[in-house]
């Protein structure tokens, strides 16, 4: 089971829909669910999909590789890619993380629409949950 926050959903669905017809790409990092509100249903070591790293559409090896070399692998567990004119599925270009989500028009928090695979390409059970980290200072 893959776990990951209704508001990174919707973020990385906003992040899609505003680059469209272009593709995204970002790394996606987890919180363990033991240090977040409202994630009393997950076990408390589980990983939960929290926060993204802001795409550099710039980077020419980003949009060929689709990895952002800027970020340390150690800190994104996750990628996240967006298909604006393909199918739901992971590309050979999408296969260099543990998990990877896709997103494809019409940018829709659903099944159609969005999913977690593993980096074979097999799709993942994904929950959604309303959780989020506890407030904190800067």
Known sequence: MVYVTRALVDVLIELASDADPNRVTTGVSVTPASELEGADEVPPETPVFTDFFLPDPGNAVNAVFGVDLSTPARQAQG?????????LEVTKRDDLAEVIFVAVPPWEIDDAS??????????????????????GSL
């Open 79 to 87: 990628q996240f890619v967006s298909h604006p004119v393909r199918e």
């Open 114 to 135: 969005f999913a977690a695979f593993d980096r074979t390409g097999e799709r993942q059970p994904l929950e959604i949950i309303d959780a989020r980290a506890p407030e």
